[in-house]
T-cell receptor
């Protein structure tokens, strides 16, 4: 199993540009999560999908952020327009569980730098 | 607001010693507790889970839970330099997903 696959690994962009992060969860996993990690705030949940349906998006900072999961094997997180304060590591994680989230499998992350 | 608190560290221990990592949580209704290890520049990986009061041992790792005190800890026996990482405490309170602490950095010196 290839694990959770994220792309790109690194993204450097200028303020105001659109950024799209991509994630392929582990096959058969019901739940998908997008997290953001910074030194100041730690690991924060942005949005959680279960069976491709967004369940909890209370962590999405503002309207500039949007996430989709068109099918069980693909999800995107889009930031438009990007701002320097969006610079962080963005992790995608999947889980075989629908409740309890007993085990999250994390992707390698996308290091985003907004200049 | 669900909160999970950890000392940021670094916690420095010599090789072979016991490392003790602590975590407190605010939601008394929390049900499940997890420890994730994150090496520098890498993603978190689950190393321990605990659901009931008491101790749970897995190799050199022991997780301890005290729900009355809202306290969970991770002990690492015979610490090795390869254990040097940030340890994230995560709590599930039944509100859809996990809440993570900011992590404690552990440094094990040879």
């Amino acid at each position: 199993d290839a694990g959770v696959i994220q792309s790109p690994r690194h993204e450097v962009t200028e303020m105001g540009q659109e950024v799209t992060l991509r994630c392929k969860p582990i096959s058969g996993h019901n739940s998908l999560f997008w997290y953001r990690q910074t030194m100041m705030r730690g690991l924060e949940l942005l949005i959680y999908f279960n069976n491709n349906v967004p369940i909890d998006d209370s962590g999405m900072p503002e309207d500039r952020f949007s996430a989709k999961m068109p099918n069980a094997s693909f999800s995107t997180l889009k930031i438009q327009p990007s701002e320097p304060r969006d610079s962080a590591v963005y992790f995608c994680a999947s889980s075989p569980y629908s409740v309890g989230n007993e085990k999250l499998f994390f992707g390698s992350g996308t290091q985003l730098s907004v200049l | 607001q669900k909160e999970v608190e950890q000392n940021s560290g670094p916690l420095s221990v010599p090789e072979g010693a016991i490392a003790s990592l602590n975590c407190t949580y605010s939601d008394r209704g929390s049900q499940s507790f997890f420890w994730y290890r994150q090496y520098s520049g890498k993603s978190p990986e689950l190393i321990m889970s605990i659901y009931s009061n008491g101790d749970k041992e897995d190799g050199r790792f022991t997780a301890q839970l005290n729900k009355a005190s809202q306290y969970v800890s991770l002990l690492i026996r015979d610490s090795q330099p390869s254990d040097s990482a940030t340890y994230l405490c995560a709590v599930y309170s039944g509100y859809s997903t996990l809440t993570f602490g900011k992590g404690t950095m552990l440094l094990v010196s040879p």
